[in-house]
């Protein structure tokens, strides 16, 4: 069993930064490639970024690529999402996850654990 608590969440204005953490438990993440989601109000939950388990792989939404960056810290057990050039429309509840395929997945049943997710509101 793995436990996940994302951080870092918050209100921003539009073309600011913020840095996501999550931080796991009960099991080491060096065996799960990892992921980022997120859900906005009214819609359905998607996929924002995933990377490999040692780090050496990464994907991004395309709504995201450029601006976005996902990273890992094994020796920490932990995973971040730095978030730059930020818009109204990535304001969301976003997720951390760990993935059962290998070397990651853009598909949200390929996940098993979440965190229970951290509000990012981003204003005009």
């Known amino acids: 069993q793995v436990q996940l608590v994302e951080s870092g969440g918050g209100l921003v204005q539009a073309g600011g930064s913020l840095r996501l953490s999550c931080a796991a438990s009960?099991?080491?993440?060096?065996?799960?490639?990892m992921g980022w989601f997120r859900q906005a109000p009214g819609k359905e939950r998607e996929f924002v970024a995933a990377i490999s388990m040692t780090g050496s792989s990464t994907i991004y939404a395309d709504s995201v690529k450029g601006r976005f960056a996902i990273s890992r810290d094994n020796a920490k057990n932990t995973l971040d999402l730095q978030m730059n050039s930020l818009k109204p429309e990535d304001t969301a509840v976003y997720y951390c996850?760990?993935?059962?395929?290998?070397?990651?997945?853009?598909?949200?049943?390929?996940?098993?654990?979440w965190g229970q997710g951290t509000q990012v509101t981003v204003s005009l």
């Open positions: 996850a760990t993935s059962r395929r290998a070397p990651y997945s853009v598909a949200e049943h390929d996940y098993n654990y």
């Open positions: 009960g099991r080491t993440l060096t065996n799960y490639p």
